[in-house]
């Protein structure tokens, strides 16, 4: 079964260095998706994209976030100048359509540790 | 925006017994309902999902149904196993899907 794969799986940082994680979607997905989990919390929404631009995005999602997608397979999360705030588990989840609510498909995560 | 609340936190039943996950959400415009299970060191999975054009839709061992008026959607594993212990989240999101809110989680231990 395809399936969406995220690398590093775990990704040590200094505070105030920029950090740039990977996913690669399913395929022949359209809609592409972050999701933050901090440590025993909930999954929280930061940003959708689509079409090669950012269709929606949370409040946490803010101007140290960038996503993009460089190339035909690959959708990053750039985290400009990285607080300790920002230590939590990164997933990327992708859909094949967005109408009528397709599922999301969720890889395994990247765990981002700032020290 | 979408506020998702999910009950309990953690739920422990014995095998064979069954388990009832509930959540309700604000947003009288969503209109789709996912489950979710984690388990460690994964990502969520997709377990089951309803659209707020059906109450009840069942798959095998899980259940879920959902309350439009009263906005609670709930989970339902039947006869549970060992391996059906995990983190379980509900969600909720509207048309475009795009902003999909999700529980604060239910861990679920199934004893042998």
């Known amino acids: 079964e395809p399936e969406v794969t995220q690398t590093p799986s775990h990704q040590v940082t200094q505070m105030g260095q920029e950090v740039i994680l990977r996913c690669v979607p399913i395929?022949?997905?359209?809609?592409f998706y972050w999701y933050r989990q901090i440590l025993g919390q909930k999954v929280e929404f930061l940003v959708s994209f689509y079409n090669n631009e950012i269709s929606e995005k949370s409040e946490i999602f803010d101007d140290q976030f960038s996503v993009e997608r460089p190339d035909g397979s690959n959708f990053t999360l750039k985290i400009r100048s990285t607080k300790l705030e920002d230590s939590a588990m990164y997933f990327c989840?992708?859909?094949?359509?967005?109408?009528?609510?397709?599922?999301?498909?969720f890889g395994d995560g990247t765990r981002l540790s700032i020290l | 925006g979408e506020n998702v609340e999910q009950h309990p936190s953690t739920l422990s039943v014995q095998e064979g017994d069954s388990a009832v996950i509930k959540c309700t959400y604000s947003?009288?415009?969503?209109?789709?309902f996912p489950w979710y299970k984690q388990e460690l060191g994964k990502g969520p999975q997709l377990i089951i999902d309803?659209?707020?054009?059906?109450g009840e839709k069942k798959d095998q061992r899980i259940a879920v149904t959902l309350n439009k008026t009263a906005k609670h959607f709930s989970l339902h594993i039947t006869e549970t196993q060992p391996e059906d212990s995990a983190v379980y989240f509900c969600?909720?999101?509207?048309?475009?899907?795009?902003?999909?809110?999700f529980g604060a989680g239910t861990r679920l231990t199934v004893k042998p």
């Open positions: 969600a909720a999101s509207t048309y475009n899907n795009n902003d999909m809110r």
């Open positions: 395929s022949n997905h359209l809609y």
């Open positions: 309803i659209r707020s054009n059906v």
């Open positions: 989840a992708s859909s094949f359509e967005t109408g009528f609510n397709q599922p999301q498909h």
């Open positions: 947003d009288s415009a969503s209109n789709y």
